[in-house]
C-alpha cells in the first residue's frame, strides 16, 4: 500500500488534558489535631492547540495518526499543595489551514505563521477544602473533583496558500512551467494525471518573491467530481491571481485553446456556485504553451485575438525553451506587488473556541419534562455535577447548596414538582439522577448548613469544670448509699455506670480534690 506524502484533508480527533482533583485535607501537629484545612487544589488539563509553521506543507502527520491527547493536571496534596498543570499539545499545521466542525461549521482559518487556535480547552482542576473554606465553612470535609477537558472531533483541510495558481487541462504542461520557473521538481510524463497533489514553486521576479501553485487534474465536470480537481479546486481560492496553461500542440479531436479556456472556467464558475468562493474578481493570465512546436506557435497566432478580445493579458510561452517565461514571470509579480500592497499585514492571533451556552442567551439553565423526569440543562449546573464526589454526604450538601442558589430548585418548584419526582443533570451519556427533596440538608448528622462541617468547633473533651461536677455528684451518689444500707433499705436514684473517665489519671495532668500530690 502506498504511503501518501500529500495529504490535504484528515479527521482529527482530539482529547484535552483533565484537571486534577482538589484533595481535603486537615492541618495536624503536636496540640493541633485539628489547625484547619489545609488541602491544595488540582491542576488544570492541558489544552489542545493548533500552530501554524511555516515549515509544514501536509497534514500527513494526523493521516497516519488522528488521535491526539494532552496530559492531565495533577491532583493537589496537603499543606495547601497544589496539583501541576498538564502540559498542552500543540500540533503545527501548515499555513492556509480550515478547521470544519464534524458537521461542516468553519471554525477556524489558520492564514500567518505563529497563528494559534485552542480547538479543545483542558478541564479546569477541582478547588481543595482549603479554597473551600470560608467563614460559615470553616472546615470543609470533601473537595471538588477536577473537570474532563474538551474531547471532539473536527476536519483539518488545507488550502495551499499561494500568490499564482495555474489551471489547465492534464498535460498542458503546468508541471514543467512550474519547474523551468522555479527550482520545483514535479514529477513530469506525457500521460494525463502525471501530477496527483499540488506543486509549489517560489518565483523571483525583480524585488518581487511569490510561490506559484499548479492544480492538477482539471477536467469537464471536475466541480461535480470528475477526475482530480473536485479534491484540489480549494487550492485556488487563495491565489491573488490564476493563470490559464493552455496546450497548444494537442492533438486530441475537439480540443483547441478557446475551447479549453472555456470549459476550465465554466469549471471554476460552478465551483464558486456550489462552495461560495467567488473566483471571478481574480486576475486572469493566459499562458499558451508549447509554442516551441511549429504547429503550437501557427496556433497561439490564430487565437490571440480573440483571447485579447476578452480582456485577457496573452503570453506566447515554452517550457522546454524558455521562451517567454521571464515576460510571464513579471506580469506575474506585478499582480502580487499590486494585492500585497493594497493587504493590511496579518497579525499573529490566538483564536480560543467556546462551547456555545446550552441554555440560551440570558438564562443559565433550562428545565424540561420528558417521561415523567426533569431535565436541567446548562453549563453551570453540568460543571458542577462533573465537580461532586457524590460519595461524599457534604459534596452532596455543597451542590445542592450551589443548585439551589442558582434558582433550580424554586424554577422545579414553580413547574409543578413534587418531592420525590426524578431530576436529571449533566450529559445524555453521563448524567447523574436525584430525588427532588426540596431543602434539605444533605449530612445532617454533623452538619448545620449543607456543606458545612461543625466538627472543627466541637470537642468531646470534658473541662475541669464538668469532671468536678460529675465527681461532686458520685460522691453525693456513693455518700447516700452507704447512709441506706446502714438503714437497711436502697438509695433513691440511680447514678449512671463507673466511667473510667470519672477515675483520675495521673497521665492527663488533671488532678482532683482530693488527690494527695
Not at 484528515?10 to 484545612?37: C, I, M, N
Not at 438509695?491 to 489519671?505: A, K, N, Q, R, V
Request: hydrophobic letters at 40%.
Amino acid at each position: 500500500m502506498a504511503v501518501p506524502s500529500f495529504v490535504d484533508k484528515v479527521t482529527l480527533h482530539v482529547s484535552a488534558g483533565s484537571g486534577g482533583d482538589g484533595v481535603a485535607s486537615v492541618h495536624r501537629e503536636k496540640f493541633k489535631p485539628l489547625g484547619g484545612p489545609d488541602g491544595g487544589n488540582g491542576g488544570h488539563g492541558g489544552d489542545v492547540i493548533l500552530r501554524v509553521a511555516a515549515d509544514v506543507t501536509t497534514l500527513v502527520d494526523y493521516h497516519h495518526e488522528p488521535h491526539r491527547k494532552a496530559t492531565n493536571g495533577a491532583p493537589g496534596a496537603g499543606s495547601n499543595r497544589s496539583g501541576s498543570n498538564g502540559e498542552d499539545l500543540v500540533l503545527r499545521v501548515p499555513e492556509g489551514t480550515v478547521v470544519r466542525s464534524e458537521d461542516g461549521e468553519v471554525l477556524a482559518d489558520l492564514v500567518g505563521p505563529g497563528t494559534e487556535l485552542v480547538i479543545a480547552a483542558g478541564g479546569r482542576g477541582g478547588l481543595g477544602n482549603a479554597a473551600l473554606a470560608s467563614s460559615k465553612r470553616k472546615a470543609p470535609g470533601f473537595a471538588l473533583k477536577g473537570e474532563p477537558g474538551d474531547e471532539l472531533t473536527f476536519t483539518l483541510e488545507l488550502k495551499v496558500v499561494a500568490d499564482i495558481g495555474l489551471v489547465g487541462f492534464p498535460s498542458a504542461g503546468k508541471s514543467s512551467l512550474i519547474a523551468a520557473l522555479s527550482r520545483a521538481r514535479p514529477k513530469i510524463a506525457d500521460y494525463p494525471f502525471t501530477t496527483l497533489v499540488p506543486n509549489l514553486g517560489v518565483v523571483s521576479a525583480g524585488s518581487t518573491t511569490f510561490t506559484v501553485a499548479d492544480v492538477p487534474g482539471l477536467i469537464e465536470g471536475a466541480s461535480e467530481g470528475r477526475g482530480l480537481g473536485h479534491d484540489f479546486l480549494r487550492h485556488v481560492e487563495r491565489c491573488a491571481a490564476l493563470v490559464h496553461v493552455i496546450d497548444c500542440a494537442t492533438v486530441d479531436p475537439g480540443r483547441d485553446p478557446l475551447t479549453d479556456l472555456d470549459i476550465i472556467e465554466a469549471e471554476l464558475t460552478k465551483y464558486a456556485e456550489s462552495t461560495g468562493s467567488d473566483l471571478s474578481d481574480r486576475p486572469r493570465l493566459v499562458a499558451l504553451n508549447k509554442t516551441d512546436v511549429p504547429d503550437a506557435k501557427e496556433i497561439a497566432g490564430f487565437v490571440r485575438a480573440d483571447l485579447e478580445a476578452r480582456g485577457l493579458e496573452v503570453f506566447d510561452v515554452s517550457a522546454a525553451s524558455h521562451a517567454g517565461l521571464r515576460e510571464l514571470s513579471f506580469a506575474m509579480a506585478e499582480i502580487v506587488a499590486s494585492r500585497r500592497a493594497a493587504t493590511p499585514v496579518a497579525e499573529v492571533t490566538r483564536i480560543v473556541l467556546r462551547p456555545k451556552a446550552e441554555a440560551g442567551v440570558g438564562r443559565e439553565f433550562t428545565i424540561t419534562q420528558r417521561d415523567g423526569q426533569w431535565v436541567v440543562r446548562g453549563d453551570k449546573p453540568k460543571r458542577w455535577v462533573r465537580q461532586t464526589d457524590f460519595s461524599n454526604d457534604e459534596a452532596v450538601g455543597f451542590l445542592a447548596d450551589r443548585l439551589n442558589r442558582l434558582g433550580v430548585e424554586d424554577e422545579l418548584l414553580k413547574l409543578g414538582a413534587k418531592a420525590g419526582d426524578d431530576v436529571i443533570i449533566g450529559d445524555e451519556n453521563d448524567a447523574v439522577m436525584f430525588d427532588f427533596d426540596p431543602q434539605i440538608p444533605a449530612g445532617a448528622e454533623v452538619l448545620g448548613r449543607r456543606g458545612e462541617d461543625l466538627r472543627i468547633d466541637q470537642s468531646d473533651r470534658r473541662t475541669n469544670v464538668q469532671r468536678r461536677e460529675e465527681l461532686a455528684a458520685r460522691r453525693a451518689y456513693e455518700a447516700e448509699k452507704r447512709e441506706a444500707r446502714a438503714e437497711g433499705r436502697e438509695p433513691g436514684w440511680d447514678f449512671p455506670e463507673d466511667d473510667p473517665s470519672l477515675i483520675d489519671d495521673p497521665a492527663d495532668g488533671e488532678l482532683d480534690d482530693e488527690d494527695p500530690r
